[in-house]
């Protein structure tokens, strides 16, 4: 996923702002000028990993751990590149797919159908949400 996004801020600043963000969601990051790359982003698999939570969106998730790789890349205008890499969440929703199939499979019923159909749409829309909310904490963290 690529998106631009706006700063009002000088580039030096927007980029000590994002690496503040990266450091505080569990993220490491190194600078190359003023591009910031992803070296680890969180992998939480039980609820108790306390990287997978977050107090700064209102379900309190996170987003960066479904994120397997980001580049913020800070341009003369001081608009920012964003490039993230979704491929962990995909894995998870594939996962969860597999999981799905089998447990019907073995066991298939018309009512099993119509039970897995909804939490496969509604994992889905959730990981493409939570893929929404990594940019709109980035312009949260380079407001002026």
Do not use: H
């Given at each position: 996923?690529?998106?631009?996004?706006?700063?009002?801020?000088?580039?030096?600043?927007?980029?000590?702002?994002?690496?503040?963000?990266?450091?505080?969601?569990?993220?490491?990051?190194?600078?190359?000028?003023?591009?910031?790359?992803?070296?680890?982003?969180?992998?939480?698999?039980?609820?108790?990993?306390?990287?997978?939570?977050?107090?700064?969106?209102?379900?309190?998730?996170?987003?960066?751990?479904?994120v397997s790789a980001m580049t913020l890349a800070v341009?003369?205008?001081?608009?920012?590149?964003?490039?993230?890499?979704?491929?962990?969440?995909?894995?998870?929703?594939?996962?969860?797919?597999?999981?799905g199939f089998f447990c019907v499979a073995g066991n298939?019923?018309?009512?099993?159908?119509?039970?897995?159909?909804?939490?496969?749409?509604?994992?889905?829309?959730?990981?493409?949400?939570?893929?929404?909310?990594?940019?709109?904490?980035?312009?949260?963290?380079?407001?002026?």
């Amino acid at each position: 996923m690529n998106l631009l996004v706006q700063s009002e801020l000088n580039r030096d600043e927007t980029v000590v702002r994002l690496r503040s963000l990266l450091d505080s969601r569990s993220v490491n990051s190194i600078v190359e000028g003023y591009t910031l790359k992803s070296t680890a982003t969180p992998f939480c698999v039980f609820s108790l990993d306390f990287r997978g939570w977050s107090g700064n969106n209102w379900f309190g998730i996170n987003p960066f751990q479904f994120v397997s790789a980001m580049t913020l890349a800070v341009n003369e205008n001081s608009g920012i590149e964003v490039i993230i890499s979704v491929r962990r969440a995909i894995g998870w929703m594939v996962f969860w797919w597999v999981v799905g199939f089998f447990c019907v499979a073995g066991n298939f019923s018309a009512s099993y159908l119509v039970l897995l159909l909804p939490v496969i749409a509604s994992v889905l829309i959730w990981f493409v949400f939570l893929q929404r909310l990594v940019p709109v904490e980035i312009k949260n963290a380079v407001r002026a």
